[in-house]
C-alpha cells in the first residue's frame, strides 16, 4: 500500500549505501533510479510484458545508465533478473506467458542499452585506446577476483587457507606452485 511504500522509500533514501554516495555524483545518481528501474520491472513482469510497462522500463533503465556508473546500473540489472526470474518461476498457464516475461525483459534491456548507447559506445572506446589495456595479464587483474570466490561470503574461513589448498599453491601436490 501507500504507507509501506513511503516507508520503503524513506529507508531507501536514509540508508546508508545511498548516503554514502553523495559525494560521488553519477554513483549516486544510478543508486537513485534503481528503485524506479525495479519498481518498473516489477510492474512489466507482473502484467506479461505490456508495452507500455516495458517502454518505462527501458526508458528508465537508460537514464540509469546514462547517470554514469556500470557498476550500480549492474547490480540493478541483477536485481531486475531475480524479479523477472521469480515471474518465470511462478508463472502458470504453460510456456506462453514465460515467453511473454522473458520478451519484456530483454526488449526492456535493449531498449535500455540503445538509449545509452551515446554513452557507453564512446566509453569503451576510450577505455580500449588507454594504457591499461598494454598492461601485462597480471597487472590488469590484481584488484580483480574470480566469480566463484563469492561462495567465500558465506563461510566462516578463507577457502586458500585450507590444508589442501595450501599444498597446491606451494607445489606439494604436484606440479608447478600456482601463487
Known amino acids: 500500500g501507500g504507507g ?36 518498473a ?22 537514464l540509469q545508465v546514462l547517470a554514469g556508473s556500470a557498476d550500480v546500473a549492474a547490480m540493478t540489472a541483477l536485481v531486475a533478473a ?10 502458470g498457464g504453460g510456456m506462453r506467458p514465460r515467453l511473454r516475461v522473458a520478451g519484456a525483459a530483454f526488449a526492456a534491456l535493449a531498449l535500455g542499452l540503445a538509449l545509452s548507447a551515446g554513452l557507453w559506445v564512446p566509453t569503451l572506446e576510450v577505455a580500449r585506446r588507454s594504457a591499461r589495456w598494454s598492461l601485462p595479464e597480471f597487472t590488469q587483474q590484481y584488484w ?4 566463484l570466490s563469492l561462495l567465500q561470503l558465506g563461510l566462516p574461513l578463507f577457502i586458500v587457507d585450507l590444508p589442501r589448498c595450501i599444498r597446491i599453491r606451494t607445489g606439494e601436490e604436484g606440479g608447478e606452485a600456482i601463487g
Not at 531475480?82 to 508463472?91: E, F, Q, T
Open 82 to 91: 531475480c524479479l523477472v526470474a521469480r515471474h518465470l518461476l511462478s508463472r
Open 4 to 39: 509501506g511504500a513511503v516507508v520503503g522509500a524513506a529507508v531507501w533514501a536514509l540508508s546508508g549505501p545511498l548516503v554514502s554516495m553523495v559525494n560521488l555524483w553519477h554513483h549516486f545518481a544510478a543508486a537513485s533510479w534503481r528503485p524506479w528501474v525495479l519498481e
Open 144 to 147: 580483480s577476483f574470480h566469480p
Open 41 to 62: 520491472a516489477e510492474a512489466s513482469s507482473g502484467s506479461l510484458g505490456r508495452p507500455r510497462h516495458v517502454l518505462r522500463w527501458g526508458l528508465l533503465t537508460g
